[in-house]
Nanobody, 115 residues
Framework: QVQLVESGGGLVQAGGSLRLSCAASGSIASINVMGWYRQVPGKQRELVATITSGGTTNYADSVKGRFTISRDSAKNTVSLQMNSLKPEDTAVYYC?????????WGQGTQVTVSS
């Protein structure tokens, strides 16, 4: 099992920045992909960004150029720097990791962007 603890959510005005962090613990060997998804009520959870153990990143089109994902494999953490935030970025953000064939999720952290 992998446990994930997120931090860094909150309320920010449009155009502002937030940084989310996620720390993984437990059976952390062989974690290959780490990333972030988000979800708003009534909608499916959607990809925000992922990063592989080799450093390859993938971003949703809606956040390209504004968000940056990074990973510290030595500390088993993944972070998401969110700049130029928009009201439509408001959601619960979930940290996720893929270990071998299993996916694990954090409890989520709320990000609210006011207009």
């Amino acid at each position: 099992q992998v446990q994930l603890v997120e931090s860094g959510g909150g309320l920010v005005q449009a155009g502002g920045s937030l940084r989310l962090s996620c720390a993984a613990s437990g059976s952390i060997a062989s974690i290959n992909v780490m990333g972030w998804y988000r979800q708003v009520p009534g909608k499916q959870r959607e990809l925000v960004a992922t990063i592989t153990s080799g450093g390859t990143t993938n971003y949703a089109d809606s956040v390209k150029g504004r968000f940056t994902i990074s990973r510290d494999s030595a500390k088993n953490t993944v972070s998401l720097q969110m700049n130029s935030l928009k009201p439509e970025d408001t959601a619960v953000y979930y940290c996720t990791v893929r270990r071998i064939i299993s996916n694990y999720w954090g409890q989520g952290t709320q990000v609210t962007v006011s207009s």
